[in-house]
């Protein structure tokens, strides 16, 4: 993947999409000679047909017949000949085009969703939280398809039409300088209005493919959350909304439909004054004797040739330009820099005590108040820890910051004493073991969820995990049992059996360090319950951090800290915690229903 510079976004799009497929170049070359080679071709049979014309007009004195073919009759098998052959190789070329510009589409259109989507990958967590879903989604779709259809058919398009106007110019010259002229006329100042129409209609190519990114992005977001839509009984409020977005994205559309489609009847007005003054002023001539009754007809046939490809000259630049549009969308995205950057050192997996420091941590969402200021903590290898405080204390940034999602403004975060910047970033991941409370289920089996990330791993290991975490039981009364599919994001199964699927996949992963975030608090006291004693097994000779709201779960946490704007106001063990007669007191009184 190629990632440009800064500088890129100044570039015409074109420019960007020919810098961007370097690896596409010698098919890009083969692609451009087929096209002009079967447009060279497509344009022999006016000349084929003058050619015809002079034979029945000067006879022996033809130019078949000035080649060495005297007879009449062998004139005309020449050109019987000549047209088979002509035809022959301009219908291969046409073959040999549309598979080469149709696989070059398809593989640049791969390679571009694949490199967005790893690059989309790649970025941090912040990106994601400030843009909408389906507006990237947009971008990997339509915006991606967009080009691909630009470049199966329109790409082409352009190269042939360029190659009629140089042709068929020549020619013109050859055949009568005096008149030649007359249709060139016309051609700077069709190109010149090309031009600046299609500069006109860019940036309203550009609304649109932004007013398509929104109501995608609307659309997205009714659909993961059509539950409280039903509940809510908002179904029309939604629709309308829906409604609005789809009729300004319908207008953006009309508007520049409305542009794009006076292009062919301004271009062809434009063409026939060139047209009509070949006709009158190359007649003359051809009476007058001055050029060949072969060579007039000739003209006015390559003339009517040179008329319709320009006159699609609007439908090909109204594709150009929404490909361009999708193109600049794509490319940004691509050039999007990563702000959390991996480092190089690698972790000795062997050696991995799991010890946490947070040096003077300072952080803030952007154009937000800060969370933490000169923070510290320090997580001891094998402890269990547990933090908790009310919502907004800065739990789940305090796992962010240790899962590197976000990095500090100042200070630093070391793991085995080395700041975790330094790692190589997926190998320092994968020393970690997380468990959130929004539960990411794929959409296939109970085993391959609980395999998430090992794919290779046998079934008597997933049902060994799955035992540790007490899903297997509820696991084998499904119809497929491990076979069972879970549905998208897991719908097929309860809150709680989705998170001790997630807790079995932790543990498959046997990872130093272990992290829980609310695993218990969407779930009932069952289930609870269940989760606590698989806790209380797969915790044991780990580092483990565990965030949580319900306080029955982390009483047996080796500490216990309480978060409060960003800084930790009470620390112990939870009797140490119940002594002190704290915040954390009244928070232990108030879940267990006790009476001050």
Not at 102 to 121: F, P, T
Not at 434 to 439: H, I, L, W, Y
Not at 508 to 513: C, E, G, S
């Amino acid at each position: 993947m190629k990632i440009m510079s800064e500088s890129s976004y100044n570039k015409h799009p074109l420019k960007r999409l020919y810098g961007y497929s370097t690896d596409h170049r010698k098919e890009i070359y083969i692609a451009f000679i087929y096209s002009i080679l079967n447009k060279i071709l497509d344009l022999a049979p006016p000349v084929l047909i003058g050619a015809a014309i002079d034979v029945v007009d000067r006879r022996e004195k033809s130019i078949i017949a000035s080649l060495g073919f005297p007879n009449i009759r062998d004139q005309f098998i020449v050109l019987g000949i000549l047209t088979l052959l002509i035809w022959g190789l301009e219908s291969l070329f046409q073959y040999l085009y549309s598979i080469v510009w149709r696989n070059l589409a398809q593989s640049i259109e791969h390679r571009m969703r694949m490199d967005a989507y790893r690059h989309m990958q790649n970025l941090e967590l912040e990106f994601f939280e400030d843009r909408k879903t389906g507006g990237l989604m947009s971008i990997l779709n339509d915006d991606v398809n967009q080009l691909e259809r630009f470049l199966d058919t329109g790409a082409n398009d352009i190269i042939q039409v360029t190659t009629t106007v140089i042709i068929i110019g020549y020619l013109f010259f050859v055949l009568s300088p005096t008149t030649a002229w007359m249709a060139i006329l016309p051609m700077p100042f069709i190109l010149l209005f090309s031009f600046k129409f299609q500069s006109f209609l860019a940036p309203k190519y550009t609304e649109v493919r932004e007013k398509v990114g929104m109501l995608n992005g609307q659309l997205s977001n009714n659909l993961s959350g059509i539950a409280t839509i039903k509940s809510y009984t908002t179904e029309e409020f939604e629709a309308q909304r829906i409604y609005d977005l789809s009729k300004n994205y319908q207008i953006s559309n009309r508007n520049a439909i409305k542009y794009s489609s006076a292009f062919s009847p301004l271009v062809r007005m434009i063409i026939v004054i060139g047209f009509t003054a070949m006709l009158i002023f190359a007649g003359i001539e051809a009476i007058d004797g001055k050029i060949e009754v072969g060579a007039y007809g000739v003209m006015l046939f390559l003339t009517q040739r040179l008329l319709w490809p320009l006159t699609r000259l609007g439908e090909t630049f109204d594709q150009y330009q929404r490909a361009m549009a999708s193109t600049t969308r794509i490319l940004n995205l691509l050039d999007t820099p990563q702000q959390i950057t991996s480092g190089n050192s690698l972790l000795e997996l062997q050696n991995i005590k799991g010890e946490f420091i947070f040096n003077n941590v300072s952080f803030s969402y952007k154009n937000r108040l800060p969370v933490f200021t000169e923070f510290n903590l320090t997580i001891n290898h094998g402890d269990t820890i547990a933090i908790v405080g009310a919502t907004g204390a800065g739990k789940s940034t305090l796992i962010k910051l240790l899962l590197r999602f976000y990095d500090p403004d100042d200070g630093a975060i070391l793991f085995d004493g080395i700041s975790i910047r330094n790692f190589n970033l997926q190998q320092y991941r994968s020393t970690i073991g997380f468990v959130s409370q929004d539960t990411f289920l794929i959409d296939g089996s109970v085993r391959e969820n609980i395999a998430y990330g090992r794919p290779n791993d046998e079934l008597k290991d997933i049902i060994k995990a799955a035992t540790i975490a007490e899903a297997h039981e509820f696991i084998s009364l499904l119809p497929d049992g491990y076979d069972t599919l879970v549905g998208e994001r897991g719908q097929k199964l309860s809150g709680g059996q989705r998170q001790r699927i997630s807790i079995a996949r932790a543990v498959l992963k046997n990872p130093p360090v272990l992290i829980f975030d609310e695993a218990t608090s969407d779930v009932d006291n069952e289930t609870e319950a269940a989760i606590q004693r698989s806790l209380d097994r797969i915790i044991v000779g780990r580092t483990t951090i565990i965030i949580a709201h319900r306080l029955s779960t982390i009483r047996n946490a080796d500490q216990i800290y309480l978060l409060n704007n960003g800084q930790i106001i009470e620390q112990g063990t939870h009797d140490e915690l119940l002594q002190q007669k704290g915040q954390y007191n009244k928070l232990w009184r108030v879940q267990t229903g006790e009476r001050n």
